[in-house]
């Protein structure tokens, strides 16, 4: 594998593993096994062939776009301003779902040294990765790679003393009143469609793009294992007290020197998907809404802070709505913009999928009864 390529998949990865995983153990606990594997293989499959779709739409686009710019070329004015606000909605939800987290995982990790505040930690978090997002794509991909280097080895660490504390009777097989809950938070963990703009970016050549959707084959493989493992096994191990942030309830059972390692774990995924999404934002914001890079920056840097400061804490319910949200309008517009750009694109991609059509109605029946399954939960 080349460099591009590993750049270009750590990337990816970090984007895709960032909070949710963390909400993944809680959900399980509450819902179960078996509705736990169903969702991971169906939301599973379906999120990478979204991803799938979004990769040929960049790849058969000359111009640089983010989702709002291909709604616009390729479906006009209302699914131009449909995108915008769920590109805008989802990248500062993930945001503040990062900056709750990083700082809880921030006074965590530096517990042992000296007492922060949940929210100046959330402060110091917020406030060195917004300007990191000022250095682009660029700067960021190499900080993933050392990231998701430094994520492989501490979370094997981390399994490596849990498993001995592995309980299958700590876990039930069917909860029926909590079957829809890990709907939205797994959706919502998987969902990576902002990198894929980016990645196009750092593949400068006709070869490294040809090797786009089997990054992201790998991609899901990968995540999707990885998720399987660590949410059955710390809901295993915390059994009833397994909590929404998954480390507070592991600290009994394994103690403060485990719990400081996953909270660095934790930062490191944070913070390798607030680079992208945050980048994302910002991007999408210039070249797409067409606002100053000042402008643009500020916006993406700030508006999630201050939800923060409003009091948006919620972490389960927010993933959860931001989920089903994310997934039932972006996932129907990259639908809708992949049957145009199949008849009105302007170059030859590297790629091209063959997808009958009914596949791609039972995907957008999925995304939507899921999305009408969280405004159930909610009632």
Not at 34 to 45: E, K, M, R
Not at 120 to 143: D, P, Q, T
Not at 169 to 195: D, H, K
Not at 337 to 349: C, V
């Amino acid at each position: 594998m080349n460099n591009s390529f590993l750049l270009a998949l750590s990337t990816l990865v970090g984007t895709i593993v960032g909070a949710g995983i963390f909400g993944l153990p809680y959900v399980i606990s509450k819902s179960g096994i078996i509705p736990g594997i169903f969702y991971f293989v169906v939301l599973g499959g379906v999120v990478m062939l979204l991803h799938l779709l979004f990769g040929e739409i960049c790849l058969r686009t000359n111009e640089k776009h983010r989702l709002m710019g291909y709604a616009s070329v390729y479906l006009g004015v209302w699914a131009q301003i449909l995108a915008a606000v769920a590109t805008i909605v989802g990248s500062i939800g993930a945001l503040l779902v990062y900056i709750i987290f990083g700082g809880h995982f921030l006074t965590i990790a530096a517990s042992p040294f000296i007492h922060i505040p949940n929210e100046l930690a959330s402060f110091v978090f917020w406030i060195f990765l917004s300007s990191c997002v000022l250095g682009g794509i660029r700067l960021i991909s190499r900080l993933e790679f050392l990231m998701s280097l430094a994520m492989l080895g501490i979370s094997g660490v981390i399994f490596f003393f849990a498993l001995p504390h592995f309980t299958l009777s700590n876990l039930s097989f069917i909860e029926g009143s909590n079957i829809f809950l890990p709907y939205g938070v797994i959706l919502f963990s998987l969902v990576g469609w902002s990198a894929i703009p980016e990645i196009a970016d750092l593949f400068k050549n006709h070869k490294q793009k040809r090797t786009l959707d089997n990054l992201i084959v790998l991609t899901f493989a990968t995540v999707t294992i990885f998720y399987v493992l660590f949410a059955f096994m710390v809901a295993g191990v915390s059994g009833p007290a397994t909590s929404e942030n998954a480390l507070d309830g592991l600290k009994p059972v394994l103690g403060d020197r485990i719990v400081f390692l996953g909270s660095i774990f934790g930062l490191f995924a944070l913070a390798t998907s607030f680079l992208v999404v945050g980048n994302y934002l910002k991007n999408s914001l210039r070249y797409d809404v067409k606002l100053s890079f000042p402008i643009a920056s500020a916006i993406a840097a700030l508006v999630p802070f201050g939800l923060f400061l409003l009091g948006l804490r919620d972490v389960i319910m927010i993933m959860g709505v931001l989920g089903a949200f994310l997934g039932a309008v972006e996932g129907a517009l990259i639908v809708l913009i992949y049957q145009k750009a199949k008849k009105k694109s302007d170059r030859a991609p590297e790629y091209t999928l063959r997808v009958p059509g009914f596949v791609l109605f039972v995907l957008l029946g999925v995304l939507c009864l899921g999305a009408l399954a969280e405004i159930f939960i909610m009632q």
